[in-house]
């Protein structure tokens, strides 16, 4: 008789402790069931709010861009004046403007983007020679020129190619006939009027032919457009 009501006694206690245990277990679950709700409520929350500043910072940044698009149509319009009477310092004060805002749009393409340095100086040599004690703009009339050939259909367009090619057994630039590029040392405003000829304007109005003193065959060929006080220049017939 003892003996049942102690093992009573034990299993009772046992039972006990089980329930109380139990009943933590259960305080615990639910404030933790509590705790991951209040969690996702705060992330859902931050999920919302950082939403909400990308959003404000895509409308800023692209504000921003327009912005400063803005101002450099109006840094541009104030050098414009500038290509008609010095198109050297127009094209420094270009590169300044597109160098400072260089991380907002990149940098537009270059005579670089398209020669070698083998073919760059090739081109600069062949720009200097023909051109002799020329200006600046009579500098960029040639390389727009030569520039125009290598975008022309008519024309190679492969740099040393088209700057080697001959017409009825003839060098096309007589500088390279003579060998007088070899000897010539390049200028900077000579490679500056190579960069302004092609990231600024075609000065010669399409030409791709150019020629000092007289020529039957220009003249019967091809369609003269101006002359520069240093050269005639041409372009094929029916182009413009």
């Excluded at 950082?50 to 692209?62: A, N, V």
């Excluded at 340095?117 to 020129?145: H, P, T, W, Y």
Aim: negative net charge; hydrophobic residues 30%.
């Amino acid at each position: 008789m003892k003996k049942n009501i102690i093992v009573s006694i034990m299993i009772g206690g046992v039972i006990g402790c089980l329930l109380y245990g139990y009943s933590n277990l259960y305080k615990e679950n639910k404030a933790l069931n509590s705790s991951m709700v209040k969690l996702q409520e705060d992330n859902d929350k931050m999920s919302t709010n950082l939403s909400q500043l990308i959003t404000e910072y895509s409308e800023y940044q692209e504000l921003t861009i327009e912005n400063i698009s803005k101002q450099v149509i109006r840094e541009q319009e104030l050098i414009e004046p500038l290509k008609e009477y010095d198109k050297e310092e127009y094209l420094i004060q270009y590169k300044n403007i597109i160098t400072t805002y260089s991380d907002y749009f990149g940098f537009p393409e270059t005579i670089y983007d398209y020669t070698t340095d083998e073919e760059f100086d090739l081109l600069c040599r062949v720009v200097e020679a023909e051109i002799g004690i020329g200006n600046f703009d009579q500098k960029c009339n040639v390389a727009s020129s030569i520039i125009n050939r290598y975008f022309s259909e008519t024309f190679p367009n492969d740099w040393k190619d088209l700057l080697f090619q001959k017409r009825n057994g003839v060098y096309q630039y007589s500088s390279v006939g003579n060998g007088l590029y070899r000897t010539v040392e390049v200028s900077e405003d000579t490679i500056l009027a190579i960069e302004y000829s092609f990231m600024i304007e075609d000065t010669t109005n399409g030409c791709t032919y150019f020629h000092s003193g007289n020529s039957t065959w220009h003249e019967d060929n091809l369609e003269f457009v101006f002359d520069d006080g240093l050269h005639k220049f041409y372009r094929e017939k029916g182009e413009e």
